[in-house]
């Protein structure tokens, strides 16, 4: 339903827009808008639900130009003459001020209320994880004072990059754009981001595994031997059984195979009960590097490859699973 005020549209029910409808709205220059309209998040689960679905026919600037809306831009908002009210009255005002810089930028007139977080788009495509945690933690120092729809509009926004950026699954083939040792780098790149010390096996006699990750802490230290499988085929469950076999004779952390693929039933069954196993086929694995490269990683695989082998000084003599190799620099 809409209705006019001099021409002007002055409501508008956006529950009973379409998607699209919704979205021509919002490209419109707010002075353009109908007043009150909801920008600020989906205006029903109706939306929201239609929107991520169809997430993968959107353009990265189409994408942008809604992650904007639901964004905080800075300046102030329609809760803040509210805010102002009750925190004047407040009997412990002066350490209010000094205790919480909200408060402090509330009562200063003379500054924005609301700091600004649409920086956070120019870290998309190409660091969505990044961008994720950025808005959490926005959310998480302002959740008790931010009005009911900003924080709908936050997880919206959440919830829109992870479908587009994180969750992705490309469905073009590895096996058709790198070789097998490439993989292989293309894998120690995902263990270096996660804070691993990381050695590559030689390409021959590699002794069961390919990668070995070491991450030590004051608390444990964690030895990890990869398998990494570029394939096709499904992994059956005797490489599964091998590596676990390595695994216990390097009395190692745990075994982790990663494959291009997917894996067979025997072989999730197994990792199951072995439990020093993890398997990552090719939808987590395409999870983790988008987390950490963008969801454009699949186009750029040999280049990181590449400057992983460069990064790890080639191929590396065959690691020690007792901690004697020589580690690779922290990713």
Not at 132 to 139: G, L, R, S
Request: proline share 4%.
């Amino acid at each position: 339903m809409i209705r006019k005020v001099k021409g002007i549209e002055s409501w508008l029910d956006e529950k009973s827009l379409s998607l699209e409808e919704w979205l021509g709205y919002l490209n419109l220059p707010e002075r353009k808008r109908p007043r009150a309209f909801v920008s600020y998040c989906f205006p029903s689960d109706h939306h929201f639900k239609e929107y991520v679905s169809t997430l993968h026919q959107r353009t990265d600037r189409e994408v942008k130009m809604l992650l904007r809306n639901f964004l905080i831009t800075g300046g102030g908002l329609g809760v803040d003459g509210d805010r102002l009210f009750e925190y004047a009255g407040r009997p412990n005002l002066d350490e209010l001020i000094q205790d919480y810089e909200f408060v402090r930028r509330l009562l200063n007139m003379k500054v924005h209320t609301w700091e600004g977080m649409t920086w956070i788009l120019d870290l998309l495509p190409y660091h969505p994880a990044a961008a994720i945690a950025a808005i959490e933690a926005y959310d998480l120092a302002h959740y008790f004072i931010l009005p009911d729809g900003r924080v709908t509009g936050l997880f919206d926004a959440v919830a829109v990059i992870r479908a587009k950026y994180l969750d992705a699954v490309s469905e073009e083939s590895l096996v058709d754009s790198i070789s097998s040792r490439e993989f292989e780098f293309l894998t120690a790149a995902v263990f270096l981001k996660d804070g691993y010390k990381v050695t590559v096996t030689k390409a021959t006699r590699d002794g069961g595994y390919d990668l070995l990750a070491v991450k030590e802490s004051s608390l444990a230290s964690e030895r990890v031997l990869v398998e990494c499988k570029c394939q096709r085929a499904p992994v059956r469950v005797a490489i599964a059984r091998a590596l676990v076999g390595v695994v216990g004779a390097a009395n190692a952390t745990r075994g982790v195979l990663v494959t291009s693929a997917t894996f067979t039933g025997p072989t999730v069954q197994y990792a199951k009960k072995s439990g020093r196993l993890d398997l990552v086929d090719y939808a987590e694995l395409c999870k983790r590097l988008n987390a950490h490269f963008g969801p454009s990683w699949i186009r750029r695989a040999s280049e990181i490859s590449m400057l992983v082998r460069t990064r790890l000084g080639g191929s590396n003599p065959r690691p020690q699973p007792d901690g004697t190799a020589n580690a690779a620099p922290r990713g």
